[in-house]
């Protein structure tokens, strides 16, 4: 089996994690289920796949870095696999839409780019 790829660890793939006891889906890598709190939870490869379920532009970046990129959206993403996550998307997506995620450079960093699906 491939192992999982994870733009956090430098691959361009995002992971989540799901409960073996009660089949929850998470995305912030832990030790244990947040659910139910079994141990042992199993690490996945999400397909990219979701639906955008909130947007926000930034116009007031956080970081010097981030100030040359402003103003940026970014999203919440409801995944196919039952986790959210948010990250950065593109401009003209609305609510509501089927996005599929792709890698950009942002600040000398590979992150999770959301696009129209
Ligand atoms: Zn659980």
Known sequence: MDPIRDWTRGGEGIA???????????????????AC???????????GL????ALTVVTRAPTEELR???????????ADEGFRLMAHCAPDLQIGDRVR?????LAGKKIPFY???
């Open 16 to 34: 989540f994690q799901v409960c073996g006891s009660c089949r929850a889906a998470w995305y912030f890598r832990r030790g244990f289920c947040p």
């Open 37 to 47: 709190g079994a141990p042992d939870p199993q690490s996945r490869q999400a397909s």
């Open 50 to 53: 979701g639906r955008l379920h």
């Open 68 to 78: 040359a990129h402003a103003p940026y959206v970014i999203a919440l993403v409801d």
């Open 101 to 105: 995620v792709t890698f950009t450079d």
């Open 115 to 117: 696009e129209k699906a």
